[in-house]
Structures are given as C-alpha cells and as structure tokens.
C-alpha cells in the first residue's frame, strides 16, 4: 500500500504528514530531519509567517490519521519504540496507563522483538507468547493478530533512562527467551547495587550495544548536531545487520554484510555507503579495533565531477528573484560560505570599508565554524554597495544580516531557491546552496587566484577537500590552447 499524506492542521498549504511518519514541506516536497528529544521522541520544526514551532512527529500522525484526540487522553506508542511513528502504532490511552507503562519500562522490563518482513518494510514486530509464556518460535503480532515468519533474527529491547538499547541476539525463540531472562536479571541486579558477573565468562568483553551508546554519548558531547546524527543513523544500521553480541567477536565478514547491507537492503547512494562504513570504521577504531578490512574491501564510488551553476542559468535566476532573495543568492555566491555561515552571519562580521566578511564563533546561537577556525574573505564592491543599502534600511536593533521577522537565523533559505528555481522555469532539482559554494571556489580558480588562497577562502583544513569543488575550466581560451596542440 502507497504511502498516504494528509494536511498537517493549522499549516494546511505548508506541510504535510504521512501515515509512515514522514512530514514534509508542500511547496518543495523536501522531507523534514527529524530531532530527537531527550525522552527518545522526535519532533520537527514548523515554519509559518516567520515564527517557528517545534511539534512532535507522533501527534502529527496521530491528529491527522488516528482521529481526534479524546479529552484526558494522550498518545502512546503500542510497541513503546518512540522512533517509530507509524499511524498503526500509535493509540490514545489515558494518562494513568501512560504511567502503568512508564512505570513497567522504568521496571527494567526486557521485551523480544523480530525483525521481520511486512507490506510496509522490515519491521521489528512483538512475538506471541504461549500459554506458559514461552516464545512462540517464527510467530510476531501484527496489528494485534499473529503472523509466521520464520524470516529474521529476534531482538531484546530495554530502556537505559530515556534511551532505547536493542540488541540482536538470536535466530532461535528458546535461547532468544533465555537471553531475556538474563538480561532482565542482571538489569534489575545493577539497579540494586548488585555486582553481575558477565554470562558465558565474558569477562572484559564489551557487549556492541553498550558500546555504541557509551560511543554516542561522546559523541554528543564534543562533536556538532549533523555529526553525532551521522554516526548515530551509521551506527544504528551496523547494528541492524551485525548478530554479534561482542565488539571482539567483530570479524571482516561481518563489515563485508554490513557494505551490502547498505547497499542492498537499504539502498543507499554509493557514496551514502561509503560514509557510513566510514563512520563506524571510526567507531571500532575507537574501541581499538584495526585492521579488519583492507583498501579493497570499503564501498566503491565514482568520484563524480563538481557541479558548478552556469552565468546563464545565474542569471535566470536572479531576473525572478525579489529584492531580498537576490542579496541572499548573491550573497552565497559571492562569498562561498556555508550555509550554517550564513545564518548566522551578523553585521559585526562585516567590515564594508574594507569588504570583508568574517566568519566566527557565535556563542549566543550556539554556533561555530566547521574545524573550529575563524576566517576572513573579501567581498567584491558590488556586493558591498548592496550591504550598504540593506543596513541603512534595517531595524538596528538586530544584528543578523539575513534574520527572521523575529530576530533569529533564516532556516528557509533552500525552500526559496527551489521556489524561485520554480518561478523562472528552470529544472529546481538543479540548484541547492551547496552548489553556490563550488562556484565560488571554481571562478575564484578560473580567474586565477591561487590554490592555497581559495583553500583559505573557504575554510578548509586541507588542500584535497579544496580540489574536490574545482571543476576543471571548459573556457574558450583553453578549447582555443587545445586546437593550437592538434592544429
């Protein structure tokens, strides 16, 4: 069954919410990165005439596919996964059930889940116990009714605080509902103050799961937002495909499934794999594991050519943008900052005798430049006529160059260019502010200014992420160099 989509109440003509948990922005069809709290749910930000609002995805889904909510009633998540906002998995309880439930996961209660294969994907589904309680072998709850499937490995689930720990365990329901009892034991011996002796004489082994989350919590502290996502969605997918318990037991094989697995199962872009593998090479080599895989084990990618906007489609661009989208896009182009940089872009930063733009540590929006290094790049006198206008005509009282109604850093930016892409009839799919930034790189190179100049423009800590934005120079003097060889 396709994926549904339905208008999210209040911002009917901006956003809408699918039955799979997705929201996404009508106007660019973008699908919106969803944040996770520090109760395991995730919202998402909503934007409407320049105020912002932060909403939870499950009351999106439950509002617009569940039905309105009864009074003295809360949503509640029937498999207790916060991440999966799914309008089957959600239901109203009242709020004394909600802290029944609360009350049962605080108990360090162990649930076995499998994953298995349904219309709606791969899926980690409740298993149907006996009558004994006993786990019955290849059988899960589907909507309440139970299905075979012999396919998939089964799973413990547990709550460590606010986060949800799982951790494959077996392909067998017997030793899967051993392993349960174990786990629950020696949950409820830690909280105790008892000391538990690992199973099986593992000692000093460290299970996977526990070291992923010791790894992210790390991770959190001392990197970005986008980083500590990216290792956490890397990280949640090795653990999806590896079945060990153990970060010793660890083995090639188990990084060459993991590569497919991305590949195959989730069907991710060349590169995409690439990445992830990379991100959780970096995490066993955190834990001190090397040498696992060589050169020619990693995920393969064509090293594509830098995309670069050309003066033409510039410039029909910029003949349908209003008077501010083009300071904007002008801007980007201009300077080739990012585009957290541009956000957060203050006038303090912009030194208009000299034309120059600074891009530094804000503390105040909690930002600060990619490798933590200032920079300053000059700015050409066309532009700096433009800023000169702009900030004689702008309320003083704030001090960002590109702010909201209210004061805060522009989110939006992208959605406007793809709108205006739109408005001038050209392909919107071809133009994102990234984009901006390679041809700032590639004309700065074309006109002449040096390799290490342009590195230092930029921001870069090495010369070989530089080279990656220049796209080599199709101009008329050197196809006029190339017939002057082979005249």
């Not at 834990?287 to 670069?308: A, H, M, T, Y």
Request: charged residues 30%; aromatic residues 10%; contains cysteine.
């Amino acid at each position: 069954m396709a994926e549904q989509w339905r208008d999210v109440e209040g911002y009917e003509e901006a956003y809408q919410v699918s039955d799979l948990g997705q929201v996404r922005n009508v106007q660019t069809s973008k699908i919106l990165q969803p944040i996770e709290m520090k109760n395991g749910r995730l919202y998402v930000t909503l934007c409407s005439d320049g105020f912002q609002k932060k909403v939870t995805i499950h009351s999106l889904v439950a509002r617009a596919f569940v039905g309105p909510r009864p009074q003295g009633y809360e949503v509640a998540h029937v498999d207790t996964d916060y991440t999966n906002n799914r309008d089957t998995n959600l239901e109203y309880v009242t709020g004394l059930e909600t802290k029944r439930r609360l009350k049962a996961r605080n108990g360090q209660s162990v649930n076995v889940t499998k994953r298995v294969k349904t219309d709606k994907g791969l899926r980690y589904l409740p298993v149907a116990l006996s009558a004994n309680g006993r786990i019955k072998p290849d059988v899960v709850l589907v909507n309440g009714r139970e299905e075979r499937h012999p396919e998939g490995a089964y799973y413990l689930e547990w709550r460590e605080g606010s986060k949800r720990v799982r951790l494959s365990v077996s392909k067998d329901a017997a030793d899967a509902g051993a392993r349960r009892l174990r786990k629950e034991a020696e949950l409820n011996a830690l909280n105790n103050g008892v000391p538990v002796v690992p199973e099986n004489g593992q000692n000093g082994h460290r299970s996977v799961a526990a070291s992923v989350a010791e790894f992210l919590d790390e991770t959190k502290l001392t990197k970005k937002p986008k980083t500590y996502a990216a290792y956490n969605t890397s990280l949640s997918y090795f653990t999806e495909s590896c079945p060990k318990l153990y970060v010793e037991d660890i083995e090639r094989s188990d990084l060459l499934k993991f590569s497919a697995f991305l590949r195959d199962e989730k069907e991710l872009h060349p590169r995409t794999c690439w990445n992830k593998f990379s991100n959780v090479m970096s995490f066993l080599k955190a834990q001190g594991i090397r040498g696992l895989v060589g050169k020619n084990d990693w995920p393969r990618f064509v090293e594509e050519e830098p995309e670069v906007y050309e003066k033409e489609e510039l410039d029909s661009l910029f003949a349908k943008c209003h008077v501010d989208e083009r300071l904007w896009f002008e801007f980007f182009l201009m300077t080739g900052m990012r585009e957290q940089e541009v956000m957060h872009c203050s006038w303090a930063d912009i030194n208009l005798s000299r034309g120059t733009v600074t891009v530094r540590y804000k503390p105040e929006y909690g930002f600060s430049p990619k490798n933590y290094r200032e920079r300053e790049i000059p700015i050409p006198a066309k532009l700096v006529t433009r800023l000169k206008s702009e900030k004689e005509n702008r309320d003083k009282t704030c001090g960002l160059v590109f702010p909201t109604a209210g004061c805060r850093p522009k989110l939006d930016f992208l959605d406007t260019l793809k709108a205006v892409a739109e408005r001038a009839k050209l392909n919107k799919e071809n133009f994102w502010l990234h984009k901006f930034r390679a041809t700032f790189a590639t004309w700065s190179l074309w006109a002449g200014v040096d390799l290490r100049t342009v590195q230092q423009w930029l921001g870069h800590s090495d010369m070989e992420s530089t080279m990656r934005y220049l796209k080599p120079s199709r101009s008329q003097q050197v196809r006029e160099k190339v017939n002057e060889i082979f005249a």
